[in-house]
């Protein structure tokens, strides 16, 4: 399985910040906020990604990431003049996919959860369909809302209901088996001239091959598209790392864990972040001292 990190789009509820820098390489903490559904997808055992942005951001995730040999990873890159949608993501990336199933993760969300890669990995797994995860939200208005019939089988899903049937919100991370290019291709603009990802899930959900996974308690999703959400996911990591002494999206070591780096690479990264907590506890575990 081939993997997606969608890192588009103009930031606007992030102005002025985003005026200069694209939403997705601005901090959540200690990190790049692209690094947590980049992390995610290394989790779910994927090791081909595709970055897609903006043209004027594109050199600088080219910057950050490299083509992910240091990783253990595979890096490719491609353009998106303008944001059309999130299902565009299949269009602009078709001929690198392949014909292979793909993961999706858009680079503003943080997902979090002691058994995530177990979750993550079974996605993966499956040879047909496609999976998706909801999480209950107070306001699931401003999202894509899945609802439930009384044996707890997905019912419906609606792109921001004015008035929800449920309050499960379907999270910005999405696995496909691979006629997932195809299906994106045929669907129609919605009225706001995009290519809604809800549509290309209820083409799944209507044929009924789509698995709706419920993130419940132990679980976070954080979408850090506005600056109070920006700063709560930053002070959420802070909390799990200086609490709990583990590392929330951090790359480096979820390819040392993953099997994807060795121990002497680990040690590299830790050098090459100087002094700094992260590598200091990069350091630790290379080391050891972190089970």
Same mark, same amino acid.
């Given at each position: 399985?081939?993997?997606?990190?969608?890192?588009? &789009?103009?930031?606007?509820?992030?102005?002025?910040?985003?005026?200069?820098?694209? *939403? #997705?390489?601005? $901090?959540?903490?200690?990190? $790049?906020?692209?690094y947590y559904p980049l992390s995610t997808l290394m989790l779910a055992g994927i090791r081909d990604v595709l970055i897609i942005s903006s043209p004027a951001d594109l050199p600088q995730f080219r910057r950050l990431l490299g083509d992910g040999r240091r990783l253990g990873m595979r890096f490719?890159?491609?353009?998106?003049?303008?944001?059309?949608?999130?299902?565009?993501?299949?269009?602009?990336?078709?001929?690198?996919?392949?014909?292979?199933?793909?993961?999706?993760?858009? &680079?503003?969300?943080?997902?979090?959860?002691?058994?995530?890669?177990? /979750?993550?990995?079974?996605?993966?797994?499956?040879? #047909?369909?496609?999976?998706?995860?909801? !999480?209950?939200?107070?306001?699931?208005?401003?999202?894509?809302?899945? =609802?439930?019939?009384?044996?707890?089988?997905?019912?419906?899903?609606?792109? *921001?209901?004015? #008035?929800?049937? =449920?309050?499960?919100?379907? %999270? &910005?991370? !999405?696995?496909?088996?691979?006629?997932?290019?195809? @299906?994106?291709? =045929? @669907?129609?603009?919605?009225?706001?001239?995009?290519?809604?990802? %809800?549509?290309?899930?209820?083409? !799944?959900?209507?044929?009924? =091959?789509?698995?709706?996974?419920?993130?419940?308690?132990?679980?976070?999703?954080?979408?850090?598209?506005?600056?109070?959400?920006?700063?709560?996911?930053?002070?959420?990591?802070? %909390?799990?790392?200086?609490? #709990?002494?583990?590392?929330?999206?951090?790359?480096?070591?979820?390819?040392?864990?993953?099997?994807?780096?060795?121990?002497?690479?680990?040690?590299?990264?830790?050098?090459?972040?100087? *002094?700094?907590? /992260? &590598?200091?506890?990069?350091?630790?575990?290379?080391?050891?001292?972190?089970?």
């Amino acid at each position: 399985m081939k993997g997606i990190l969608l890192a588009g &789009g103009y930031g606007t509820r992030l102005h002025p910040m985003t005026l200069a820098a694209s *939403k #997705q390489l601005l $901090p959540v903490y200690d990190k $790049p906020m692209a690094y947590y559904p980049l992390s995610t997808l290394m989790l779910a055992g994927i090791r081909d990604v595709l970055i897609i942005s903006s043209p004027a951001d594109l050199p600088q995730f080219r910057r950050l990431l490299g083509d992910g040999r240091r990783l253990g990873m595979r890096f490719a890159f491609a353009e998106q003049p303008k944001p059309e949608g999130i299902a565009q993501a299949f269009l602009i990336g078709r001929e690198w996919i392949a014909g292979e199933a793909c993961a999706l993760a858009l &680079g503003d969300n943080l997902i979090f959860a002691d058994h995530l890669s177990v /979750l993550l990995r079974a996605a993966s797994a499956r040879p #047909q369909g496609a999976t998706v995860f909801a !999480y209950r939200v107070r306001d699931p208005e401003r999202y894509g809302v899945v =609802s439930f019939d009384d044996a707890g089988h997905a019912e419906e899903i609606i792109e *921001k209901p004015a #008035q929800p049937l =449920s309050n499960w919100a379907v %999270t &910005g991370l !999405y696995f496909y088996d691979r006629r997932v290019c195809d @299906i994106a291709a =045929s @669907i129609a603009p919605s009225p706001r001239g995009e290519l809604e990802i %809800t549509d290309l899930n209820r083409v !799944y959900l209507e044929e009924g =091959s789509l698995h709706v996974e419920r993130l419940g308690r132990g679980c976070a999703w954080l979408d850090a598209g506005t600056p109070d959400s920006l700063l709560s996911a930053a002070t959420f990591v802070q %909390t799990i790392q200086s609490r #709990q002494g583990m590392l929330v999206g951090c790359p480096e070591e979820v390819a040392f864990r993953m099997g994807y780096i060795d121990r002497d690479a680990l040690r590299q990264h830790a050098h090459d972040l100087g *002094k700094t907590e /992260l &590598g200091r506890v990069l350091a630790d575990l290379a080391e050891g001292a972190h089970a």
